[in-house]
């Protein structure tokens, strides 16, 4: 009787998961693994809202392996040492892991690979759907600007999607932790694990995409970024399923799923790049604890600002374009460091992903691959032009809610006890008739 170790990592779903497809082909029983491993709360990544929702994917894993015969594996540890002990206590001839882009990711396989030798297996297109390396501009190991990695991103080979197992046999004897109970931050966090996840795909009206995906008060978005984050859902299965309903709504989102790709394939080549910036600035950045609070609390007397940062706070996750419009607002009109915005977002996102959260932040504060580093998002005009009637902000910011149609967008005209801007609107508009590049 042979047996595979599964090793879990980003990864948690039985759909269209190469790791777990491997493993069940390459012997006659499967150990599904997820190791729980301290080191990622030391580098403060293990924030509670994504420790719940982990909590939540891992239940949720288990359950489905239970239903066809199998079952999770839970150890706490180094994920390389828990993965050889599982292997030498099951006799497994080899051990299936998913490749990552991150370099914690890459010290990970680093230690696999010399703890398990030949027996390991690492699997791309797992995490992204065309994986990071596979095109690359002529001379180069990366693409620094999105639309000619977009370009070759559609014309390259991708793998057919797995369909999930239907029967996976476990050795008995095989011990394993309890599933960790954890309290999330933000009381609107979304379910976690691949159930939610497939629930929120088939509900989610992809043709509407095009058209309301920045419209901020019809919520158009798919809101599918916590179990992409997790690997509760597949990106290659998403763009085949995409591609094949068709429509410009599908067009907007596979694009999506691209940057997404494009975002990985810079991290794996440039890891560095998760702390410093891609492309220096010049001139320092502007430090003030006041302005920065009163950012992260939804308190800078811009309403649409606020109302993305509270329900940042709420929700543990935001409408995109409130995320440009938010980071814009720190880096190009107050001026602050994009990392002080950068590590904020990741203490609350559920999404957290470190390439998108990074890499999204230098782009808007241009440090990273935007082609017009200079530009400026207008939080006046993003809110008269994606939250025209202010529903967004009247759910958000609910002490302004009595105030009529766009002016609630304008507080110090009508509502003396909201917070005062922390750039007064005459400075505003100046400050953005110097900047080059203004939306």
Same mark, same amino acid.
């Given at each position: 009787m ?7 990592t ?8 190469p790791v ?5 082909h ?6 599904p ?8 709360? &030391? ?20 359950a ?10 839970l150890?706490h ?8 002990? $599982?292997?030498?206590?099951a ?11 991150s370099?914690?990711a890459?010290?990970?396989e680093?230690?696999l690979r010399?703890?398990?030798g030949?027996?390991l ?5 797992v ?13 180069? +190991? ?31 004897? $095989? ?35 095009a058209?309301l995906?920045d419209?901020? &008060? ?42 997404r ?8 080549a440039r ?10 600035? +010049?001139?320092g ?16 007397g ?5 109302a ?6 709420h ?44 890499l ?15 530009r ?10 994606? +939250?025209? +009637? ?17 002016? $609630? ?9 909201y917070p ?8 505003l ?11």
């Amino acid at each position: 009787m042979t047996v595979a170790v599964a090793l879990f990592t980003q990864d948690l779903r039985l759909h269209d998961n190469p790791v777990l497809h491997a493993a069940r082909h390459a012997a006659d029983q499967v150990v599904p693994l997820f190791v729980l491993d301290p080191d990622v709360a &030391a580098v403060g990544f293990a924030a509670p809202n994504r420790q719940a929702f982990l909590a939540a994917c891992l239940a949720d894993l288990d359950a489905s392996l239970r239903r066809i015969g199998s079952r999770l594996v839970l150890r706490h540890g180094d994920p390389a040492e828990q993965a050889a002990r $599982i292997a030498a206590e099951a006799d497994a001839d080899t051990v299936h892991v998913a490749a990552g882009v991150s370099a914690f990711a890459r010290r990970r396989e680093t230690r696999l690979r010399r703890l398990l030798g030949r027996r390991l297996h690492v699997h791309e297109a797992v995490l992204t759907v065309v994986p990071p390396g596979r095109v690359t501009p002529a001379g180069r +190991d990366h693409y620094a600007v999105f639309t000619p990695y977009h370009r070759a991103w559609q014309q390259a080979p991708r793998r057919s999607p797995h369909g999930a197992p239907r029967r996976l046999d476990t050795p008995d004897g $095989i011990g394993s932790a309890e599933l960790p109970a954890a309290r999330p931050h933000s009381p609107g966090l979304p379910p976690g694990g691949e159930s939610a996840a497939r629930q929120q795909w088939r509900r989610w009206d992809v043709d509407g995409y095009a058209d309301l995906h920045d419209a901020l &008060a019809a919520d158009g978005t798919s809101r599918l970024s916590p179990y992409l984050h997790f690997g509760c859902l597949s990106a290659g299965e998403l763009a085949a399923r995409a591609r094949a309903h068709g429509g410009d709504g599908a067009e907007a989102f596979v694009r999506q799923l691209a940057w997404r790709d494009f975002h990985h394939q810079l991290l794996a080549a440039r890891p560095e790049a998760a702390h410093r910036d891609y492309r220096p600035r +010049d001139g320092g950045w502007h430090r003030d604890e006041r302005e920065a609070d009163a950012w992260r609390e939804g308190r800078t007397g811009y309403p649409i600002v606020d109302a993305g940062m509270r329900q940042l706070e709420h929700e543990g996750w935001m409408h995109n374009r409130a995320r440009l419009l938010t980071a814009s607002f720190l880096t190009k009109t107050l001026h602050h460091d994009w990392r002080v915005g950068a590590a904020h977002f990741l203490r609350l996102l559920v999404d957290g992903d470190l390439a998108n959260n990074q890499l999204n932040w230098q782009w808007v504060a241009g440090t990273g691959t935007d082609t017009r580093p200079n530009r400026v998002l207008n939080p006046l005009r993003q809110a008269d032009r994606y +939250d025209p +009637d202010g529903a967004y902000v009247r759910r958000w910011v609910p002490e302004l809610a009595h105030l009529p149609g766009p002016s $609630i967008h304008r507080p110090w005209l009508l509502a003396p006890d909201y917070p005062a801007p922390l750039v007064a609107p005459e400075d505003l508009a100046l400050r953005l008739r110097t900047a080059r590049a203004l939306d």
